[in-house]
């Protein structure tokens, strides 16, 4: 089982930072890939970052690179997303997604299991 529980978002201002985190469970949770997407309003969902069960490879959008970090503790079972710099293109619904194999982190066919989301939201 892999259940990804998502915490930590909220409302800041452009500029501040939030740390996302996702709460999975057991060890098919912490051998395989799991991604960050998120959802604007009115807007597909996309992937913002992703990070192999090793943590050796991660994948970021274009968008985020250089202000977001993916990274996982694979004891406590949680993968965390810290944003910085955060503008108000940023604000959206983000959702955590958990793999129960192994595959390409670009691939959304990757992720089996998705979080209820949270809600990010950045003011000007």
């Known amino acids: 089982q892999v259940h990804p529980v998502e915490s930590g978002g909220g409302s800041v201002q452009a500029g501040d930072s939030l740390r996302l985190s996702c709460a999975g469970s057991?060890?098919?949770?912490?051998?395989?890939?799991v991604g960050w997407f998120r959802q604007a309003t009115g807007k597909e969902r996309v992937l913002v970052a992703a990070?192999?069960?090793?943590?050796?490879?991660?994948y970021y959008a274009d968008s985020v690179k250089g202000r977001f970090t993916i990274s996982r503790d694979n004891a406590k079972n949680t993968v965390y997303l810290q944003m910085n710099s955060l503008k108000p293109e940023d604000t959206a619904v983000y959702y955590c997604?958990?793999?129960?194999?192994?595959?390409?982190?670009?691939?959304?066919?990757?992720?089996?299991?998705w979080g209820q989301g949270t809600q990010v939201t950045i003011s000007s």
């Open positions: 057991g060890d098919v949770f912490n051998r395989n890939p």
């Open positions: 997604a958990g793999s129960r194999r192994s595959g390409p982190l670009i691939r959304s066919t990757t992720y089996t299991d």
């Open positions: 990070i192999k069960g090793s943590s050796v490879s991660t």
